[in-house]
T-cell receptor, first 108, second 112 residues
């Protein structure tokens, strides 16, 4: 099955810094989503981005499907950005396959 | 539109008992998927229902089952609970396969 790898596993930033999270996947995919898991466990949708580039405020994402990777950019990070960021792709059965996540800690 | 809702939010059971979790999808969504999240295994797919039919199933034992009703609400059941079933159970809804999935707040199950 498809493998999804996220890097780095952990990231510590000072408030105001920028960061780039990476997601590599092992096969072509029809769908890719980025999520932020809040401290209570809920997965919050950030981007639905099978290909191309999208922006939403301080966050943007780029997926290069032909090279099998996606990047999530966070600019001017805030303490509320802390949490775990997951990348997930749709497998052949239609289910989401998740990476292990990047744990982001933003210090004031 | 209201988001995906899950009940109950927290549950404590003892080994050997069974449990039923409920998920109400976003209005108009006909696909409901269930995922289990544990610290060791991460997020893993349990099963997906679409129009009351199970379309896909992950690699979990038969103790894990589910169903979907005509209003798209879904339930999952775990029988003969084991300690290792302690996890966060997340439900997601979507219009269909390959559409964006939206998650509920989850049910945190603790098995003692």
């Amino acid at each position: 099955g498809i493998q999804v790898e996220q890097s780095p596993p952990d990231l510590i930033l000072q408030e105001g810094a920028n960061s780039t999270l990476r997601c590599n996947f092992s096969d072509s995919v029809n769908n890719l989503q980025w999520f932020h898991q809040n401290p209570w466990g809920q997965l919050i949708n950030l981007f639905y981005i099978p290909s191309g580039t999208k922006q939403n405020g301080r966050l943007s994402a780029t997926t290069v499907a032909t090279e099998r990777y996606s990047l999530l950019y966070i600019s001017s990070s805030q303490t509320t950005d802390s949490g775990v960021y997951f990348c997930a792709v749709v497998g052949s059965q239609g289910n989401l396959i998740f990476g292990k996540g990047t744990k982001l800690s933003v210090k004031p | 539109k209201a988001g995906v809702t899950q009940t109950p939010r927290y549950l404590i059971k003892t080994r050997g008992q069974q449990v039923t979790l409920s998920c109400s999808p976003i209005s108009g969504h006909r696909s409901v998927s269930w995922y289990q999240q544990t610290p060791g295994q991460g997020l893993q797919f349990l099963f997906e229902y679409f129009s009351e039919t199970q379309r896909n199933k992950g690699n979990f034992p038969g103790r894990f089952s589910g169903r979907q009703f005509s209003n798209s609400r879904s339930e999952m059941n775990v029988s003969t609970l084991e300690l290792g079933d302690s996890a966060l159970y997340l439900c997601a809804s979507s219009l269909g396969t390959n559409n964006e999935q939206f998650f509920g707040p989850g049910t945190r199950l603790t098995v003692l």
